[in-house]
């Protein structure tokens, strides 16, 4: 069939290259005019989805089941999830509730805001939520510390708080038990940070709330709140959520939510995730891009050795890179973060083919006119040129039969790019060597020395040998070879969301990691909880339950006692007006009773804290009586914020929490209802894990053991990542099966001999068996970007082979050595541009396509060198010259 097929393609290919040269300027305008077209409509159209799941086919069983879960919860979709971080609970505190008002007001931006910790409902009933225990000893201890607030909220200044202490050391120098350990630590500490310039304001929080026995708060005590919200987002534009995010960091500096205030404010969520890694993966490839074809233009120089060649090459693989970009967008419509990648992949693979015309067109320039060397040129190679379009577009299309949809677009682009390449390269390329000058015909085609050249062939049972020891070693590293499930994994790794997305999964009560279901009716979803509590991989189960604290006839007969003792003195004085004098005299009295309790031979428990009280109070009065009077006005200014500052808010949100009601499912707030129970009457149940599951076999178990209760019903990432990594790998084994078929039926089609088609896919298997055994030795385990590279170096590296193979069987030099043509030399230079191409991806922020860059390389590396060592070699013992 190759000798029937060959002359049929020569006459075709020349009847083509004889047009392009006599209308060269009119191939030349026409194919210039078209890509001004198509860039302008690839431009006004190019969209990009974000969003990893949708890479997989809708009609896989978990992707149904999460789209129903999204129907009925879309609070949960495109979220920006909001971090803040304070200095003190206290500042994070009042830090989020005015970054949550403020942000209700920005509905063009963000359509909804939820801020737990800042409901009225919940900080009404917060205490409810406090197990007895700890109620009760919160209980006691507010008690004994009413006096203490009730003095200060009428009278809130350093003064008034300095006679407080002075009051209670008192009353421990006469031997009345006070216990105001944890108070003195907390002021003697905080005046210690203003005397080093630290003045954001202490924390109310813990002293008010009190701490247990095992130092954890009583109440409600943390350092980090969070706001969930929902942007406004803008798919017209190429960065959907970008406007929101801006928005909020704007927002933040004008209140001046920053570290100089003691507040940290992060984003992440899907929205801000995908924001984060479309931005990576947009400059990783631009930047990919542009260095790739800055060393694909310096490849083209060495390789080619004529500026015409040169010109001429770039102009094809440019022109056929815009109109690959307009059939992207024509037919396929919005990109994905694999299909993206097509740019660099067409740029490392197009240039192939001119490459080849190009070489052989300036080897026949040494017996041929420049006109006829061209049209001999394209029509000589012009079958092998069609046959590796092919083999390649079958290694890219193989992905489209498989659920792997994300690939499977990429691989339609990619696949029809080099149909599109190839047609550039027959038709524009010859017309732009006719109008360009003539290069200078080659004094040397061979990339080796005629030693290195002459060795695969003169020593071609010594290479098998090899090979095929490299060959067992390889495939014994087979079973070695990793799958990372985690797509968060593939996102740029310093990037904000991505680092406050691990520095949530770190805390149990934040882990965006649970397992979720939604069942129809609430005794469904209350057995679900009962047998969830039971398994020990299950930390903890929430549902709408959870907003319904226990006990609370009892909890509610000790808030009311509390409130009974608290209640009237808890309403604020008017602001203080204590002068700087009754400041400085009652911080010498406190001193001096601090002094006094110091010297008692018989030191009490205060000991310690007075005396780091004493010391703080003494360096702090020095700084002050060594400044002007001026000076000291605004220094006792800072200590009254720096000890009081927050201590309004935070007795207001005691006064507001002492009168609760019983809570029903029926009295919570909409806002959190919604969250748990849908408008159809369904319910929401998430199961979290014990530890950490962010490796493999955690993951598993959680999984499994949570799939036991919630049967086909189960979704949330841990879900999705398990089962779109089996989707992946089962789309990666369905592909390479087809390409392997496809490409060996067409193998067997075209050369019609099973021995030539096994020397043909001999070193290419083995290419493989490299690229995953390196995948092994330096740890680069395969991921939802990168598996695309075995399937494609298949049918890349069937190219190579097949251009050495045409070589021999039809022009083999005299000497037989097949290393030292201008075929071997466009094979060589072929992978070095697309190696360098693939290579520019590694350099890439996002890491799925930085691996996939790594993977491509190391595969067309193998690809490669098996090919010029192992092919040749084949070639010399199982397919003679005189057996040809």
Excluded at 602 to 622: F, H, T
Aim: net charge negative; charged share 15%.
């Amino acid at each position: 069939m190759f000798q029937q097929v060959y002359p049929a393609t020569e006459a075709f290919i020349g009847r083509v290259i004889d047009f392009a040269q006599r209308r060269a300027w009119f191939v030349i305008v026409v194919a210039l005019g078209l890509a001004l077209a198509t860039a302008n409509y690839t431009l006004r159209h190019l969209a990009i989805n974000t969003d990893t799941a949708e890479m997989l086919s809708e009609k896989l069983p978990w992707r149904i089941t999460y789209s129903a879960y999204k129907k009925d919860f879309p609070y949960f979709s495109d979220t920006i999830v909001i971090v803040i971080d304070g200095a003190t609970p206290d500042i994070a505190s009042d830090a989020a509730a005015i970054l949550a008002r403020r942000l209700r007001e920005t509905e063009s931006l963000v359509s909804s805001v939820f801020y737990p910790s800042g409901d009225e409902f919940l900080r009404r009933h917060q205490l409810l939520y406090v197990d007895n225990d700890r109620l009760e000893e919160l209980t006691d201890k507010l008690s004994e510390a009413q006096p203490f607030l009730a003095r200060l909220s009428q009278n809130r200044s350093s003064a008034s708080l300095f006679q407080l202490l002075n009051d209670a050391l008192d009353a421990d120098l006469d031997g009345e038990a006070v216990d105001i350990t944890s108070a003195i630590e907390q002021i003697a500490l905080a005046i210690d940070e203003l005397n080093n310039g630290n003045s954001i304001p202490m924390s109310w929080q813990t002293l008010i709330m009190g701490e247990n026995d095992d130092g954890k708060s009583a109440g409600p005590q943390i350092n980090r709140e969070i706001i969930v919200t929902q942007p406004v987002l803008d798919y017209s534009a190429l960065l959907p959520a970008e406007p929101a995010i801006n928005a909020i960091k704007r927002l933040a500096a004008d209140l001046e939510l920053d570290a100089d205030h003691g507040v940290e404010v992060r984003q992440t969520g899907s929205a801000a995730l995908s924001y984060d890694e479309l931005s990576s993966v947009i400059t990783g490839s631009q930047n990919a891009g542009i260095l790739a074809l800055i060393m694909i233009v310096a490849c083209l120089l060495i390789g080619l050795r004529s500026l015409s060649l040169v010109i001429a090459t770039l102009s094809s693989l440019i022109i056929g890179l815009i109109y690959t970009a307009g059939f992207a967008v024509a037919w396929v419509g919005t990109l994905n973060m694999i299909s993206i990648a097509f740019a660099v992949l067409y740029v490392g693979l197009g240039v192939d083919f001119a490459i080849h015309i190009c070489l052989r067109y300036r080897e026949m320039l040494v017996t041929t006119a420049p006109d006829s060397a061209v049209n001999k040129a394209s029509r000589h190679v012009g079958l092998s040129l069609i046959l590796c379009a092919l083999t390649t577009a079958i290694g890219f299309f193989s992905f489209i039969p498989t659920a792997y949809r994300g690939v499977a677009e990429l691989g339609l682009i990619a696949g029809c790019g080099m149909f599109i390449s190839l047609a550039v390269s027959i038709c524009l390329l010859p017309a732009l060597l006719h109008v360009l000058p003539t290069p200078n015909a080659p004094r040397r085609t061979a990339v080796l020395s005629d030693r290195l050249a002459a060795f695969p062939r003169q020593n071609a049972k010594t290479v098998l040998t090899i090979a095929t020891i490299v060959w067992c070693l390889a495939a014994l590293c087979i079973p070695f070879v990793h799958f990372d499930l985690d797509p968060i994994n593939l996102n740029d790794q310093s990037a904000e969301s991505v680092v406050t997305y691990r520095a949530l999964m770190n805390n149990a009560d934040t882990s965006p990691t649970p397992i979720a279901a939604v069942v129809d009716s609430y005794p469904i979803a209350q057995d679900l909880i009962d047998r969830l509590g039971k398994l020990p991989q299950v930390t903890s189960v929430r549902s709408i339950n959870s907003f319904v604290p226990q006990d609370q006839d009892e909890k509610l007969a000790l808030i009311d006692d509390l409130a009974l003792i608290l209640g009237p003195d808890l309403e604020l004085g008017p602001d203080p007006t204590s002068s700087d004098a009754a400041t400085l005299q009652s911080m010498q009295a406190l001193l001096e009773n601090l002094r006094l309790l110091l010297e008692q031979p018989n030191q009490s428990r205060l000991a310690g804290p007075a005396r780091s009280l004493a010391q703080a109070l003494e360096r702090y009065q020095a700084t002050v009586e060594s400044i002007a009077p001026a000076g000291q006005s605004q220094s006792l200014s800072e200590l009254d914020e720096k000890l009081l500052g927050s201590f309004d808010g935070r007795l207001t949100q005691l006064r507001d929490s002492l009168t609760p009601e019983p809570i029903a499912i029926t009295s919570l707030p909409q806002d959190i209802r919604r969250r748990w129970l849908s408008e159809s009457g369904r319910y929401r149940v998430e199961a979290y894990p014990v530890g950490d599951i962010t490796k493999a076999e955690q993951m598993k178990h959680f999984v499994a053991a949570a799939g036991t209760v919630f049967g086909d019903d189960a979704t949330g990432t841990p879900v999705i990542n398990l089962a779109g990594s089996d989707a992946v790998k089962l789309a990666f084994i369905q592909a390479f099966s087809y390409a392997f078929i496809v490409i060996t039926a067409l193998l067997w089609l075209i050369l019609r001999s099973m021995k030539e088609v096994g020397i043909v896919l001999t070193p290419l298997i083995l290419a493989g068996l490299l690229t995953s055994a390196a995948s092994v030795v330096f740890s680069i385990p395969f991921n939802f970007a990168n598996i695309i590279a075995l399937p494609l170096l298949l049918g890349i590296g069937v190219d190579s082979a097949l251009h050495i193979l045409h070589r021999y069987k039809t022009a083999l030099p005299e000497n037989g050595n097949l290393l030292q043509t201008s075929t071997a030399r466009a094979v060589f230079f072929s992978a070095l541009t697309t190696t360098v191409s693939f290579g520019n991806l590694a350099s890439s922020t996002h890491a799925g396509t930085a691996s996939m860059g790594v993977m491509l390389t190391i595969g067309v590396v193998s690809t490669l060198t098996c090919t010029l060592l192992v092919l040749p070699a084949l070639l010399r013992l199982f397919l003679p010259v005189q057996a040809r």
